[in-house]
Each structure stands twice: as C-alpha cells, then as structure tokens.
C-alpha cells in the first residue's frame, strides 16, 4: 500500500517518546521527512531525527511550548526553513497528570487544557495558514477511539479525552472543509491501521 508521502514533509507534535515518535517514524519510512517537536522531551526527540535520517529522509528535533505563541510560530517557521513547507500535521501533544481525577482542581487542569486544547489550536493555526495558501496539506489529529479511554501511568484521564474532543470542535473542522481545506481526522486505531497495511510487502512496491 503506497500511501504516497515519499518527500513530504510532516510535522508531529508531542514526538519526543511514545505514540507521537512512533508516528514520525513511521512516516520516514513512507519516506517522508519528518518534524519531530517536543517539549521537555529532547533527548527522544533528538534520537528520534537521527534515526529517521538513517532511513534516507530528512529529519529533525524541534522544541517548542506549546502554550506560547511565540514559542509556535518560531518552530513552525523553523521547520518550514530545515524541511520545507509542511504538508501533513500530526497533532498529537497532550499534557496529563498524575493525580487522579477527583484530586485534581482547576490549577491542575488549566496546563492540560492548555496544551491538549489551546496548544493544539495554536499549531494548527500557525500551520493552517501555510496550507491554505498553497491549497493542499492534510491535519492529522491522533485522538482516542470511540472505544478506547485514554490510559495514564495506569488511570484512565478523562480530561485529556474531552481536551481533545474540544480541540476538534473549536477548530470547527466542518466549516474549513465547507471551504475547500482539507482535514483529515485519524483516531490512534485508524492510523495504526493504515500504518500496518503499509508496512505489509506489496508488488506494488
């Protein structure tokens, strides 16, 4: 299955460890080259480009806080230059906690909500300007399935879960492809699957 990304150049939030680094990883084995952005994470992130490059694709570790808006437009900025215009974003940051839920308060939420919610906005505003320019471009928003609760260090985290549900409304996703943007919108078990097809021998290939 060739999902056509040899030469693309995508960006995945949240990319220093876990879902997010496997996300860019396997996208520069589609050949695409890759932006990995990270936050506290740097090492992962680091590690992740070098490997990247060492499938034939360019690659690199970008840090940024997702909450400040200088903080976002100087990466993607930084990416576009190394890389070249972005085709593809993976939005895939979220902040979590280790307090269970019913511990937690509102200054415990307000960083989360910050990140998963405004932090995803942001970057996909800074981003989205680019794409709709040039016409063309795709948002991937990595999100929990309809069947799947999002586990952390072992608690299910019902506020990263509705964070990102929020995200996806306030970008009010139906009105932007009312204007002929294209978004695409992937849960984790559909990107997986499509990351599976493509890494099954093809004669096509």
Known sequence: MDLELSGK??????????????IGLAFAREGAHVAFHHHASSAGAEAAAVE???????????????REDGAVSGAVACVEQEL??????VNNAA????????????ADWA????VTVTGTLRITHAVARGMAARRAGAIVHAGPSLVTTVIVRGRPNALQAAGRDGGRKLMEIKRLRERG????????????????????????R
């Open 111 to 114: 960083p989360q909500v910050d």
């Open 9 to 22: 150049v995508v960006l995945v939030t949240g990319a220093g460890q876990g879902l997010g680094r496997a």
């Open 52 to 66: 990247a490059r060492s499938l034939g694709v360019k690659a690199v570790a970008v840090g940024a806080d997702l």
């Open 181 to 204: 943007h294209r978004i695409t919108l992937l849960n984790e078990a559909q990107f997986w699957r499509l990351a599976d097809a493509a890494s099954r021998p093809s004669a096509n």
């Open 84 to 89: 070249g215009p972005i085709d593809v974003l």
């Open 95 to 106: 902040a979590t906690q280790r307090k269970p839920f019913l511990e937690s308060g509102p």
